[in-house]
């Protein structure tokens, strides 16, 4: 696979730094949500424990998606510093290039298609 040019490299860092930004204020904004005691008000509406229930399992989901996107905001970040090291779109699994079309198509991809397929199944892909 040919290294990216120097122009889709900076086309691809833009895109990253844009959802950097818009992921970075979701976050803010989730982190003030739940500061303002949504499930202390949501147990207070609420008597039986089946509804108290309710009320964990909405934090619990508040608490995934707020997970989710700190892991995708650290994923950014690492694309970013391996593009100031002249690393971007590198396998970190082994280290090809990742193709132009994978990092099109989510620039923060940390793996080549062989390797991603080979961890979804938990297992290295199979020697032929
Ligand atoms: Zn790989």
Redesign the pocket.
């Known amino acids: 696979m040919n290294r990216l040019s120097a122009q889709e490299v900076d086309h691809l860092k833009q895109r990253l730094r844009t959802e950097h930004g818009q992921l970075r204020r979701e976050v803010a904004a989730e982190l003030a949500r739940s500061s303002q005691g949504r499930y202390v008000e949501l147990a207070g509406q609420v008597h039986d424990r089946g509804d108290e229930a309710v009320a964990d399992l909405l934090e619990d989901l508040e608490i995934a998606a707020l997970d989710r996107h700190v892991h995708r905001v650290r994923l950014i970040e690492t694309a970013l510093g391996a593009i100031d090291t002249g690393r971007y779109g590198l396998?970190r699994?082994?280290?090809?290039q990742i193709g132009s079309a994978r990092l099109e198509a989510d620039p923060a991809v940390e793996?080549?298609i062989?390797?991603q397929t080979a961890a979804e199944q938990g297992r290295h892909a199979p020697t032929l």
């Open positions: 396998c699994a082994c280290g090809v793996r080549c062989d390797c």
